[in-house]
């Protein structure tokens, strides 16, 4: 199964299989909810705040889970 990543609960970026790709989001100034999700479940949310003209950068690490 696929990964989606939501800001705000919105769907954006591009679905993946795996964590091997970083994807870059364009997205306002001002605070944002990050979620990932593997079909209907939450497999990974923070909150951040971007600055006007600040880069922000999100990283999210899956386990081995042995």
Request: glycine fraction near 10%; avoid cysteine.
């Amino acid at each position: 199964m696929g990964s989606i990543v939501l800001i705000d609960g919105a769907p954006i970026g591009q679905p993946t299989a795996s964590n091997v790709r970083s994807q870059t989001l364009d997205v306002a100034a001002g605070a944002h909810t990050v979620e990932i999700r593997i079909v209907d479940r939450i497999v990974y949310r923070e909150d951040t705040y971007v600055a006007i003209g600040e880069r922000t950068v999100v990283i999210v690490k899956s386990g081995s889970g042995s």
